[in-house]
């Protein structure tokens, strides 16, 4: 990801964050502390990898039962850090595939072909993410993948990730929810071997750095 798409990124989500309308659903404290000069804008990733069970019906990617684990896994349970109010500006999909391991950090991630042969399945499904009951995103996994033509690999697109038109607000006290829907002629196969990597991009409130 270019750093001119990262400046983008934490401009969006900082004017998001500092409306008056979104404000107003931030708690006193932190309202207080923006109003005082004690806070700023961060640029901000959560990420989880998971192996699919199968590749059919709806396949549930973020549990109650997810442990935060360095290299797996950044949410706690599907929850943001306390007090962490996240700005959603893009979401990020990258496939893994490994031909022995079930390890989640055993295979290589990659949006593009050039790198891993997505399964069809996949690349034909629905891809939704929430917050508590809010939708985020409602798109074909197919937006986040790219083909290798003739031996050249391609990314998705510039970003590496689907850009919201305009940021989205995560709470902390409500789960984020990921799925894929698979196509109803798409009979369920076991996925020991396949993987994926849902990452969220955002602009999250932190403590001011004194100089």
Not at 38 to 51: N, P
Not at 91 to 119: D, F, Q, W
Not at 147 to 154: F, K, L, Q, R
Not at 164 to 174: I, R, S, Y
Request: aromatic share 10%.
């Amino acid at each position: 990801m270019s750093q001119q798409t990262k400046n983008a990124m934490l401009e969006a989500g900082a004017k998001f964050l500092s409306s008056k309308e979104i404000l107003e659903k931030l708690p006193a404290q932190i309202q207080a502390d923006i109003a005082a000069g004690k806070k700023e804008f961060a640029l901000a990733e959560y990420y989880i990898r998971k192996k699919f069970s199968s590749l059919g019906g709806i396949q549930q990617m973020i549990k109650e039962t997810d442990d935060k684990v360095a290299g797996v896994n950044n949410l706690d349970k599907g929850k943001l850090p306390e007090d962490t109010y996240l700005a959603i500006v893009g979401i990020g999909l990258a496939y893994g595939y490994h031909a022995s391991s079930t390890e989640v950090t055993a295979p290589r991630y990659s949006n593009s072909e050039y790198l891993n042969v997505i399964p069809t399945k996949i690349v034909n499904s629905e891809f939704r993410l929430r917050s508590g009951d809010r939708t985020i995103v409602d798109v074909r996994a197919k937006k986040f993948f790219a083909n290798a033509y003739s031996e050249y690999g391609t990314e998705a697109n510039e970003e590496n990730a689907v850009i919201l038109p305009q940021p989205k607000l995560a709470d902390p006290k409500k789960k984020l929810q990921a799925e894929f829907e698979f196509a109803a002629d798409a009979v369920a196969t076991p996925a020991n071997n396949h993987f994926i990597e849902i990452v969220v991009f955002g602009v999250k409130i932190v403590d001011r750095v004194q100089q």
